[in-house]
């Protein structure tokens, strides 16, 4: 099985709103990922997890926090978002962060910032 | 740095015909590896076929084949019998080994019409 499960599929929310982004694998990878996507752009990587470790921030803006509470499931805290926050976040997983393991994407969660 | 380049913003193609989507990047590394994802319209972002740069060999996978030219740094994409699910936008990546990151093309919508 093959599948990465993210909810909710659509999120609006206010800029002074706190929400929360869920990602859930079930294959044993032990690597996942969190992308920001804008329309017609390729993903930009925010995220990644190794071994329920932090292993890569690229720079992103503290309103956005991470969590791996367990080898299967990955949060994305919001807090305080701007409305060029917008996009679509895509969660990704993969055997392990080494060279030969593709990455397995969620179908993502749309978010609005209002 | 590691550049990918997809030229090409828009390929249309008539069903059942074969189209060839291009890539090109550019790396110092001997030892990588190469995807070509698919993104259908609201759709779940998929891998298409992947490629081990240590591997002379052309990957296929079913009516996908790449034409990898690693001297000429440039791996293409062939659809062969071009179906309307096919219809997409299509995103080269190269694999960083450095830090675990996948670094995107702009990405090609591809269209078919019937």
């Known amino acids: 099985d093959t599948e990465v499960t993210q909810t909710p599929k659509h999120l609006v929310m206010g800029m002074t709103n706190k929400k929360s982004l869920k990602c859930e694998q079930h294959m044993g990878h032990r690597a996942m990922y969190w992308y920001k996507q804008k329309a017609k752009k390729p993903p930009e990587l925010m995220f990644v997890?190794?071994?329920?470790?932090?292993?890569i921030n690229e720079s992103v803006p503290s309103r956005f926090s991470p969590e791996c509470p367990n080898s299967s499931l990955l949060n994305l805290h919001l807090h305080a978002l701007q409305p060029e926050d917008s996009a679509l976040y895509l969660c990704?997983?993969?055997?392990?962060?080494?060279?030969?393991?593709?990455?397995?994407f969620g179908p993502g969660t749309r978010l609005t910032v209002t | 740095a590691q550049t990918v380049t997809q030229s090409q913003p828009e390929m249309s193609v008539q069903e059942a015909e074969t189209v060839t989507l291009s890539c090109t990047y550019d790396?110092?590394?001997?030892?990588?590896?190469l995807f070509w994802y698919k993104q259908p319209p609201s759709r779940q972002m998929i891998l298409v076929i992947r490629q081990e740069a240590y591997k002379q060999q052309n990957a296929t996978e079913n009516r996908f084949s790449v034409n990898f030219q690693k001297a000429a740094k440039s791996f293409s994409l062939k659809i062969s019998d071009s179906q309307l699910g096919d219809a997409a936008m299509y995103f080269c990546?190269?694999?960083?080994?450095?830090?675990?990151?996948?670094?995107w093309g702009a990405g090609t919508k591809l269209i078919i019409k019937p």
């Open positions: 990546a190269y694999y960083r080994v450095s830090n675990y990151q996948l670094i």
């Open positions: 990704a997983s993969s055997q392990e962060s080494g060279l030969r393991y593709e990455q397995y």
């Open positions: 997890y190794s071994y329920e470790k932090l292993s």
């Open positions: 790396t110092s590394e001997s030892d990588y590896y």
